[in-house]
């Protein structure tokens, strides 16, 4: 998996890069990336990719 703060704009790997949690495609070299955090009530730090605005507004928010 690619460290979700690096540049994902070089040499990326579409089976290494993450995929939009709605739509399941990979999100290599795509101004329109979005990233939503939240940290659990146990600490932990979540995420999920998105590939556009249409995607995360989509997610089915599981938190």
């Keep these: 998996m690619v460290d979700p703060t690096s540049d ?3 040499n990326v790997d579409p089976e290494d890069a993450p995929t939009c949690a709605t739509c399941g495609d990979p999100i290599v070299n795509v101004p329109t990336h979005r ?29």
């Design 35 to 63: 990233v939503v955090t939240w940290v659990d009530d146990d600490g932990a730090v979540q995420y999920r990719h998105f590939c556009d605005d249409e995607c995360r507004d989509g997610w089915d928010d599981e938190r």
């Design 8 to 10: 994902l704009e070089e």
